[in-house]
């Protein structure tokens, strides 16, 4: 689990809720942005457990810390959050650090749960939209299970979220996240912080827009040599996922399948691996 970014997607939520939020209320929220970023942008922001309960669907580390019971300790969410007799507030005085570090397309979905969800109670959240959710319906414990909550795995969740197939769940959990991670970043120094390979001043748009142009993928890494198959394939669907112009209206992304992925999987096609940390 990222805890700083669930701390200052937590602060983000409060400051919309005018500095004070029910805590039930703040966690269901948080799973909703979870959510609506799998669904728009490919990988959760917070990277929490998430658990189906007999009430609602739980991000499991974050439920604990948003308690306050001192169980479960966090310094970044203790330097953004804290629990008062009427709600968690923002801290006084916390850094400017607590409330910057999500990205904008991250941020808007926070805000786009927040335009739909926010004027709901607690209750309402959980009865009207939680217990909707295809994932809650698949995955609650029976009523007379002896465990009150039920882990579900992420690649579940994402055939659930996104409507992937077993395949392209595991391609977004495992190899996309790790090619994420390792060969895309932003550096205001390159390219202004456009989003770009590691090691080049290629910028994911300009992957997708060779490829997206018809330009076979084999013709693009002759002329990037230093781009592997991996780091372009992630670019591509990185910059459908996190476009320049306003965010398309359904599903966002494709997957490389068929024909796509088993030339990567081909011993000549794999370009260099890499593993990512959470």
């Not at 990988?43 to 169980?71: H, K, N, Y």
């Not at 009427?86 to 749960?113: F, K």
Request: charge should be neutral; glycine fraction near 8%; charged fraction near 30%.
């Amino acid at each position: 689990m990222r805890e700083r970014r669930a701390a200052r997607m937590a602060v983000a939520f409060i400051e919309r809720a005018g500095g004070l939020i029910d805590r039930t209320k703040l966690v269901r929220l948080m799973y909703l942005a979870e959510r609506e970023a799998m669904r728009r942008l490919l990988l959760p922001i917070i990277e929490d457990e998430v658990c189906a309960t007999q009430d609602d669907m739980v991000l499991s580390r974050t439920s604990r810390l948003a308690r306050a019971d001192g169980s479960t300790k966090s310094a970044d969410w203790d330097a953004g959050v804290v629990q008062t007799p009427y709600g968690l507030a923002v801290r006084e005085g916390a850094p400017a650090a607590a409330r910057d570090g999500l990205a904008n397309d991250e941020l808007e979905a926070v805000q786009r749960v927040w335009d739909e969800h926010g004027a709901m109670g607690a209750d309402e959240l959980a009865r009207d939209v939680h217990r909707r959710l295809p994932e809650w319906i698949e995955h609650r414990p029976p009523t007379d299970a002896k465990a009150a909550s039920v882990p579900v795995p992420r690649l579940q969740l994402h055939q659930s979220v996104c409507g992937a197939d077993a395949a392209e769940a595991r391609y977004l959990v495992d190899e996309y996240r790790a090619a994420r991670d390792r060969w895309i970043t932003s550096d205001p120094d390159i390219l202004g912080g456009t989003p770009a390979i590691v090691g080049t001043r290629v910028s994911v748009y300009a992957i997708r827009g060779r490829l997206d142009g018809g330009d076979p993928l084999e013709d693009l890494l002759r002329d990037y040599p230093h781009v592997p198959r991996e780091a372009a394939v992630a670019a591509r669907m990185y910059a459908k996922a996190h476009p320049l112009e306003p965010h398309p209206l359904g599903r966002p992304w494709e997957l490389p399948t068929g024909q796509a992925r088993a030339s990567e999987r081909s011993p000549q096609g794999r370009g260099r691996a890499g593993k990512a940390t959470s």
